[in-house]
């Protein structure tokens, strides 16, 4: 009898996921049995000679982990698109493979994109709070008036798998002209980053967090923004700089802002974006649709029984 693998599960998962792994009758697997993310010290002596590590991004893969795996580790699962919480130049080097899952929450997290710039724009979550406060007075000609989407022009930053979902949903809403700028460059609306963001109306960052989109949406950039511009971001929150973030919006530099991401995750409660009524956030809940969680789970375990097997994988990270 063959022995089993050890796999290593930093968090619960969908079942959707765990079912593939104890089907598979490959491995053994463990699980760090909780919603809540894994203390380290825990994660260093639970990937003690595992084969595979499935985990999220809240855990940072580094060389101390990867040490503390040791020499059996052949692969890192991660359940997220995003891989800047891996230090793939040290997974590399040691010629561990990564499985990603791309592709199957784009849509979600379109849709929820499309869901916080409208909630922003138009002032939901001001609405809502007004109505339940006692401040709903009356229909007032002045109140609560934000901004719409109908002939204006949207610039993303970063047209990815999710970036260029996001502008496809908004298209249909009348918008006029659709901007985006990239790291490289593509045909036809491709335009600078100064441009884009001193032309468009609503920004929407939807690049991946490198060491060259860390802190990109700073002073600068919101100093180029119109006055009348929304601001969303649904990438990682290390793309922006949340000082300048503040100043802008407080200073009526630029209209609103609305966050799916910070940093840190959870923003601490109190924070001083959390006191602004025009910066709406959200807890990091893009690709959050039942459905959605299932397929990453799925997709992330196979991506790790690939990984175990030497064979190819669904979604392999190129490193
Ligand atoms: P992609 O790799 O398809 O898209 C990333 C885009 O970022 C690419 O188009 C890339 O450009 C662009 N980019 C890289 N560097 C720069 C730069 N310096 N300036 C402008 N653009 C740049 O990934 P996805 O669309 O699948 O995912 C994007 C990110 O969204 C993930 O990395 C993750 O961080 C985040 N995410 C957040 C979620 C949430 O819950 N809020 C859910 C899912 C993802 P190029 O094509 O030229 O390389
Ligand atoms: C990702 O996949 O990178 C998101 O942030 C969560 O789905």
Not at 22 to 36: A, M, R, Y
Not at 47 to 75: F, M, Q, T, W, Y
Request: positive net charge; hydrophobic residues 40%.
């Amino acid at each position: 009898v063959s022995q089993l693998l050890k796999v290593f599960v930093t968090r619960r998962i969908p079942q959707e996921g765990m079912r593939v792994l104890n089907q598979s009758g490959l491995c053994k697997v463990s699980l760090w049995d909780s919603d809540e993310p894994i203390p380290r010290t825990d994660l260093l002596q639970g990937v003690s000679g595992a084969h595979g590590i499935l985990c999220l991004l809240s855990d940072r893969i580094d060389a101390e982990v990867i040490n503390a795996a040791g020499p059996n580790l052949k692969v890192i699962s991660t359940l997220s698109v995003g891989f800047d919480h891996l230090a793939v130049g040290e997974i590399k080097k040691r010629g561990v493979r990564v499985g990603y899952t791309p592709d199957v929450l784009t849509d979600a997290t379109a849709e929820l994109t499309v869901a916080l710039l409208l909630a922003t724009a138009r002032r939901i979550p001001e609405g809502v709070e007004e109505v339940k406060n006692g401040g709903w007075s009356s229909w007032k000609p002045l109140w609560l008036c934000g901004y719409g989407l109908s002939g204006s022009t949207v610039g993303v930053i970063g047209l990815g798998r999710i970036g260029l979902a996001i502008a496809r949903r908004l298209k249909p809403f009348g918008v006029k002209r659709l901007l985006y700028s990239g790291r490289t460059s593509k045909p036809q609306m491709g335009t600078s980053l100064d441009r884009l963001v001193s032309e468009s109306d609503f920004v929407v960052v939807s690049c991946s967090l490198t060491p060259e989109t860390q802190g990109l949406c700073d002073k600068a950039l919101f100093s180029k923004m119109k006055k009348t511009a929304v601001f969303v971001n649904t990438s990682r929150g290390a793309v922006v700089n949340q000082e300048d973030l503040h100043e802008a919006l407080s200073s009526g530099r630029i209209a609103a802002a609305g966050l799916d991401v910070t940093t840190p995750e959870p923003l601490p409660t109190d924070h001083p974006l959390l006191k602004l009524k025009n910066c709406v956030i959200l807890p990091h809940i893009g690709s959050a649709t039942y459905s959605t969680r299932g397929i990453m789970a799925e997709l992330c375990a196979n991506n790790l029984l690939a990984g175990l097997t030497g064979s190819a994988m669904p979604s392999e990270l190129a490193l």
